[in-house]
């Protein structure tokens, strides 16, 4: 798999990574560690080399001890990502990005990984109670420490994103990006190209809706987090299947599935350094790491790109 450089600390990434989030089994249903091992392990052998956890993901650091206890042997040959400034509080995800905080969150995720460093360490999101700018002067100094190779911020405006690059030097932005959520493309991605900032996008599958298995009629479980988002809802929905309808007519006629289609297009995508692609299951992975290897015809190129216009006609 190709490697596209992040920033300019010398760090090279495979365009798709294994987001980690979904083996911590808080908001997916059933993750079992034997299961989660063994995805990560998948996720490597398919050549993926970008791993992204964070302190939060599970309610104990499970997402982090998974990372660690598999990629430990291959330290040298991966890279991995964590992310401080939110937690676990009786249950509810809370944030806290002051500096104090931040310093214990790394020591904590270092003993999880049993790292030494990471190779980039995310603000995972603004804290409202302090400016960004107190958050960025903790993060400088892991990285004057060698705790980090380089610095990342998630879940930012431009406005804090720029405020956070003044203390302190950025390498990477993570946010959401799909098909249906093209937002940053407008100010913020462009801006961080000026300034040399690469980006990874999560939710590439918008919560499995563009992986092509949810069907028209399809109920979800009582417990699954998705049923409170509008794009999973009434017309928002169907306008979805539209969408999706096309990509599994492209599908039928390349043998390539859904996802793998769905992946390809967003790691092609302008100013895209690393799609994270999150998994609960080998499969998950293999399937979306088969993406990079993947060729279309013009004419389905064309097919996706129409097939996204005539859905985004419905957001304005």
């Not at 808080?26 to 560690?33: A, D, G, L, P």
């Not at 996720?43 to 993926?48: K, L």
């Not at 060698?146 to 720029?162: F, P, Y």
């Not at 417990?223 to 999706?244: A, C, H, K, M, T």
Request: hydrophobic content about 35%.
């Amino acid at each position: 798999m190709e490697l596209r450089e992040i920033g300019n600390r010398g760090i090279r990434v495979t365009p798709i990574a294994m987001g980690c989030w979904p083996i911590a089994g808080v908001t997916t249903i059933n993750v079992t560690k034997e299961e989660a091992l063994g995805t990560i392990r998948a996720a490597y052998e398919s050549e993926i080399n970008f791993f992204d956890t964070a302190y939060a993901y599970g309610h104990n650091g499970e997402s982090e001890r998974y990372v660690g206890e598999v990629l430990g042997p291959h330290r040298d040959d991966v890279v991995v990502a964590t992310k401080g400034g939110y937690h676990w509080e009786n249950g509810k995800h809370c944030k806290d990005a002051r500096p104090e905080t931040l310093k214990r969150e790394l020591e904590e995720s270092l003993k999880r990984l049993r790292f030494e460093y990471v190779d980039i360490y995310y603000l995972h999101g603004p804290d409202p109670e302090i400016p960004v700018e107190k958050s960025a002067e903790a993060i400088a100094k892991f990285l004057e420490q060698g705790k980090t190779r380089a610095v990342g911020i998630c879940n930012a405006s431009l406005e804090q994103i720029k405020a956070f690059q003044t203390v302190c030097p950025l390498v990477v932005l993570q946010s959401h990006f799909n098909m249906l959520q093209q937002d940053v493309q407008n100010e913020v991605l462009p801006w961080c190209e000026e300034q040399g900032i690469g980006f990874t996008s999560y939710w590439p599958l918008m919560k499995g809706l563009l992986a092509g298995k949810l069907n028209r009629d399809h109920r979800f479980d009582e417990r699954d987090s998705r049923r409170n988002y509008p794009i999973f809802q009434g017309e928002q929905w169907e306008r979805n299947q539209d969408l999706v309808d096309v990509l599994r007519g492209i599908a039928a006629e390349t043998g390539y599935t859904v996802a793998q289609i769905v992946v390809r297009w967003t790691m092609k995508q302008p100013r895209m350094t690393s799609v994270l692609c999150g998994a609960r299951r080998p499969d998950q992975i293999r399937e979306n790491a088969g993406a990079a290897s993947i060729t279309l015809t013009e004419q389905h190129e064309r097919q996706i790109e129409e097939a996204i216009a005539e859905r985004m006609k419905y957001e304005h």
